[in-house]
């Protein structure tokens, strides 16, 4: 059974002139110890499925249908005391912007120590320390730098605390939210080495983030490419880069510059994300879509798989049915 | 084998000294002859930040500086994609900036079209700055957002005093975002920066910079703001300006991968130092410095069958504050022996057009 199971899940958000579908019919499966990268533009709704699979949406933002199921339980349905014994236990987050996550006027230890103690009630203080001392070892951190406050950290360092405190109930699933990518790309690689690392040693489920192809490309087995608040291409990463079925996947493959191979002229989609207050009827990617025919403008497609069972597309140049 | 090449010769060792000591003559020097065939050059450029310190080291007399460019030279051709790539902190902007005089040069010279510009005064700067442009990284920031479209885009026309007739502005102007793909022109004129999106708004920042037909640019991170399915189509149309107007482009950027498509030549700076620079193909094929080889060991691929070797350097860029003597990578370098530590190796030709400073090359 996968450690986290996500059906129909759509999140949207309140506004004035209306909801904000910012994430609809959101469909993924994560087993134990494997990664799945959630791959979009900013805007496409990536972050708000991370933040709806921990419950921690902005007040405007609310689940309209759907259920998040964590080992057989649906999320969706319980309440914020019920929920708190998950996050941290059993799903935990590395969030965005390594510099800014971190409060500037605790020191590290203490923070880390924060997220023990709530999760851990009756732990000892020093049962306490030599666990936030031995997490920031794992993280490449030496733990005589436990005492320091996040500004005496380089920026690489503050983005190791951070997965050292998502690390620090033993969650089963980590959420990581663009994991390095303020960060330099020594560093970064430095970052999605440590990550892959623990996922090996820890067996930990994960569901990563980010907008550049080439660094999922590395660290997951499962690739949802996400346009407009849906998963239009979803399956093994080999077979998505290998024969990508979805216009918008074939665009991005294009646009995206390669260190090997020779110069070339790089392809953009043209246009832009629509707006997700009144996004395109049909297909929401018709109006960018280079094979678009009449039906994208009035139906809109089922994510269905094409060929083999692990590789589905949300598309009509595909049978559907 | 003998490497000799006088231009990239130190040509001031004390390089601990104070920042305005050392070669104040520079300006009597002859220019390079490789300077006068260039469009814009950089002869021993340095620029060094003074650093606010508390009132008891002040009386003591020791300014402290953050080298954050320190004596760079190299040149860009008439018509040439030059690439100036590196770390956050490695200087990259900076230079871009000391290029167009828009921040003061601490030393070293400044060559536009043969001409040393370093010391000119700043009223004589104005005509040349029709010649020299630049486009930021943000097109949130670097555009005024109580301006029309038309306004922004005319601005330049205007204080260069180009033409003071409405309609011919107001053609120019249109021409310009017609040739940026801001289409129809006639649509955006009156619009305001905020209805715009982050692409459009980056191509008025370019169509700004191209209105007054520039012979150099220099752009900085112009589309790292931006989405990748946006970013190739603004890239494609400033690069096709550029080729069009034969204009010398710097393009400054962190992202490597990106650089290989579209630069002819190539610049790794380190900690304010250049330390490989040559024909892109050469330098991303066959890197020589130890720094250049781990930056491109550590880009990711977008290709899941690709096998990433081991990046062989640890830690992080030191504080241009107080950075490493001697070879300034030596820290982080996975060969350093001790000629590292104790003489700054020179920027020599390993292979035509292909230079690189660091001793291993050298033996």
Redesign the interface.
């Known amino acids: 059974m996968p450690v986290l199971e996500v059906e129909h899940l759509t999140t949207n958000y309140k506004t004035l002139r209306g909801w904000v579908k910012a994430c609809e019919d959101v469909n993924f499966q994560v087993e134990k110890g494997e990664a799945m990268g959630l791959v979009g533009?900013?805007g496409c709704g990536k972050t708000t499925v991370a933040l709806s699979l921990l419950k921690l949406l902005p007040s405007a933002g609310r689940i309209r249908k759907g259920k998040i199921l964590f080992n057989g339980n649906d999320l969706v349905k319980m309440n914020d005391n019920q929920i708190r014994k998950i996050r941290w236990k059993g799903i935990a987050i590395v969030f965005q912007g390594a510099m800014n996550a971190l409060n500037p006027v605790f020191k590290i230890s203490d923070q880390i120590n924060e997220a023990i103690k709530i999760h851990e009630p009756g732990v000892s203080r020093s049962a306490a320390r030599e666990r936030v001392e031995a997490l920031l070892e794992m993280v490449g951190i030496d733990k005589s730098r436990a005492d320091n406050y996040p500004h005496e950290f380089?920026?690489?360092m503050r983005q190791r605390a951070l997965i050292a405190m998502a690390l620090a109930a033993n969650p089963e699933v980590l959420v990581a939210d663009e994991p390095g990518t303020a960060l330099?790309?020594?560093?970064?690689?430095?970052i999605?080495?440590l990550l892959r690392e623990l996922k090996d040693k820890l067996n930990l489920s994960m569901v990563f983030i980010s907008?550049?192809?080439?660094?999922v490309?590395?660290t997951c087995e499962k690739l949802a490419i996400m346009y407009a608040g849906q998963i239009v291409e979803y399956g093994d990463?080999?077979s998505i880069?290998e024969k990508p079925l979805h216009p918008?996947t074939q665009?991005?493959?294009?646009?995206?510059?390669?260190?090997?191979g020779p110069?070339?002229?790089?392809?953009?989609?043209?246009g832009?994300?629509p707006d997700l207050l009144s996004p395109p009827v049909g297909c929401r990617f018709n109006p960018r879509c280079p094979y678009v025919m009449d039906i994208c403008k009035k139906e809109e497609p089922g994510l269905l798989p094409v060929d083999q069972q692990n590789h589905l597309v949300h598309c009509h140049l595909y049978p559907q049915h | 084998m003998k490497f000799s090449l006088k231009l990239f010769k130190r040509t001031n060792d004390k390089s601990n000294g104070t920042p305005l000591e050392g070669k104040k003559k520079s300006s009597d020097q002859e220019v390079p002859s490789e300077y006068q065939d260039a469009l814009v050059g950089a002869l021993g450029l340095k620029k060094y930040f003074a650093i606010k310190q508390g009132f008891l080291s002040s009386l003591a007399g020791t300014q402290a500086y953050v080298k954050a460019v320190d004596d760079i030279n190299f040149y860009v051709r008439k018509g040439e994609v030059f690439g100036l790539a590196g770390e956050s902190g490695s200087g990259k902007s900076t230079t871009g900036r000391l290029l167009l005089r828009l921040t003061d040069i601490t030393d070293g010279r400044v060559f536009f079209k043969g001409k040393d510009i370093s010391k000119i005064p700043a009223r004589q700067m104005k005509p040349l700055r029709r010649e020299m442009q630049i486009i930021f990284q943000d097109p949130y920031e670097s555009l005024d957002p109580r301006m029309t479209i038309k306004e922004i885009v005319a601005e330049p026309l205007r204080i260069q005093g180009l033409t003071k007739n409405e309609k011919e502005i107001e053609e120019r102007v249109k021409q310009i975002l017609s040739e940026v793909e801001v289409v129809p022109p006639e649509e955006f004129l009156h619009r305001f920066p905020h209805e715009l999106s982050g692409g459009q708004r980056q191509r008025v920042a370019v169509a700004r910079a191209f209105v007054v037909n520039p012979e150099f640019v220099v752009a900085d991170e112009p589309v790292s703001m931006l989405d990748v399915s946006i970013r190739a189509e603004v890239l494609n149309s400033m690069l096709e300006l550029v080729q069009k107007r034969q204009v010398s482009f710097i393009y400054i950027t962190h992202d490597l991968a990106l650089a290989k498509h579209i630069c002819d030549r190539l610049a790794i700076m380190y900690l304010g130092k250049i330390v490989e620079m040559g024909p892109t193909d050469q330098v991303i094929n066959n890197p020589l410095h130890p720094y250049t080889q781990a930056l491109i060991a550590a880009i990711p691929v977008p290709d899941p069958t690709h096998k990433r070797g081991n990046i062989p350097i640890s830690g992080e860029i030191p504080s241009p504050l107080n950075p490493p003597q001697a070879c300034r990578f030596h820290t982080r370098c996975p060969y350093a022996f001790s000629e590292c530590t104790t003489l700054e190796p020179p920027l020599v030709e390993a292979e035509p057009g292909h230079f690189v400073a660091c001793h291993m090359v050298r033996k």
């Open positions: 533009e900013s380089s920026g690489g330099d790309v020594v560093v970064q690689a430095q999605l080495k907008h550049d192809l080439s660094i490309a590395e990463t080999k880069f918008y665009g991005l493959l294009g646009a995206f510059p390669s260190i090997k110069r070339k002229k790089l392809i953009s989609i043209p832009q994300p």
